[in-house]
């Protein structure tokens, strides 16, 4: 059975930082393409960053720059770090695998980051 777990959501304050986790079990990790998207109230789900299983990355406009995803594949761990948070970076943040050739796709449950004073 395949899970994806996210962590590391909460409360930051503009201009803060903060770095998701997604744990993942149950697929051959290193072969699948990892992603982070978000869904704000009332928006329909976007991407947020991808990186392949060559490691090569991918970010939304929104976030280039100011972001950075990862992965560590000793670990089936992926990571997004993100700084100078905004209040419109507030979102569920879902941990995506997309196996080779878009066989298989899964999600994580979500872990909610808001942005506020």
Same mark, same amino acid.
Request: net charge positive; proline share 3%; glycine share 12%.
């Given at each position: 059975?395949?899970?994806?777990?996210?962590?590391? =959501?909460?409360?930051? %304050?503009?201009? *803060?930082?903060? /770095?998701?986790?997604? @744990?993942?079990?149950?697929?051959?990790? !290193?072969?699948?393409?990892? =992603?982070?998207?978000? %869904?704000?109230? *009332?928006?329909? /789900?976007?991407?947020? @960053?991808?990186?392949?299983?060559?490691? !090569?990355?991918?970010?939304?406009?929104?976030?280039?720059?100011?972001?950075?995803?990862? /992965?560590?594949?000793?670990?089936?761990?992926?990571?997004?770090?993100?700084?100078?948070?905004?209040?419109?970076?507030?979102?569920?943040?879902?941990?995506?695998?997309?196996?080779?050739?878009?066989?298989?796709?899964?999600?994580?449950?979500?872990?909610?980051?808001?942005?506020?004073?």
């Amino acid at each position: 059975q395949v899970h994806l777990v996210e962590s590391g =959501g909460g409360l930051v %304050q503009p201009g *803060g930082s903060l /770095r998701l986790s997604c @744990a993942v079990s149950g697929i051959i990790f !290193r072969l699948y393409t990892m =992603g982070w998207y978000r %869904q704000a109230p *009332g928006k329909q /789900r976007e991407l947020v @960053a991808t990186i392949t299983n060559g490691g !090569r990355t991918n970010y939304a406009d929104s976030v280039k720059g100011r972001s950075t995803i990862s /992965r560590n594949n000793a670990e089936n761990t992926v990571y997004l770090e993100m700084n100078s948070l905004k209040p419109e970076d507030t979102a569920v943040y879902y941990c995506n695998a997309k196996a080779p050739y878009l066989t298989a796709d899964y999600w994580g449950q979500g872990t909610q980051v808001t942005v506020s004073s």
